[in-house]
């Protein structure tokens, strides 16, 4: 981290690459995360064994196309998550701006 994040990152208590806004989860929606998450992060140690034991090149190919598709669906569940919580409720309290915010986050997640 170079120093001037590290810096702001003390100043504001946050990431500095995140928006500073903060989303209490139930409890239910943030376990399913983390174990997806755990998963993703367990099938790169895999990977990473793999490429240590000079695995054939296809067969980490495979492995690491099963973690882009982990990666996937951890989105897609987040992205719905957001909408009908996030999204939806700035709506109704007459925040349209939430809109933009959606449709510029879609366009960074479909490069």
Same mark, same amino acid.
């Given at each position: 981290? @170079?120093?001037? &994040?590290?810096?702001?990152?003390?100043? %504001?208590?946050?990431?500095?690459?995140? !928006?500073?806004?903060? /989303?209490? #989860?139930?409890? /239910?929606? /943030?376990?399913? +995360?983390?174990?997806? +998450?755990?998963?993703?992060?367990?099938?790169? #140690?895999?990977?990473?064994?793999?490429?240590?034991?000079? @695995?054939?090149? %296809?067969?980490?190919?495979?492995?690491? !196309? @099963?973690?882009?598709?982990?990666?996937? !669906?951890?989105? /897609?569940?987040?992205?719905?998550?957001?909408? #009908? %919580?996030?999204?939806?409720?700035?709506? #109704? &309290?007459?925040?349209?701006?939430?809109? =933009? =915010?959606?449709?510029? %986050? +879609?366009?960074?997640?479909?490069?």
């Amino acid at each position: 981290m @170079a120093e001037n &994040e590290k810096n702001m990152e003390e100043m %504001t208590g946050s990431c500095p690459h995140c !928006s500073g806004k903060h /989303k209490d #989860r139930e409890e /239910k929606e /943030k376990k399913d +995360l983390m174990n997806r +998450l755990k998963r993703i992060e367990g099938q790169v #140690r895999g990977v990473e064994g793999m490429l240590e034991n000079d @695995a054939y090149c %296809t067969d980490i190919l495979i492995q690491v !196309s @099963a973690i882009t598709s982990a990666l996937n !669906s951890f989105n /897609k569940v987040l992205l719905a998550n957001h909408m #009908r %919580t996030c999204v939806a409720d700035n709506i #109704r &309290e007459g925040n349209d701006e939430i809109i =933009e =915010e959606l449709v510029v %986050t +879609l366009q960074k997640l479909m490069k």
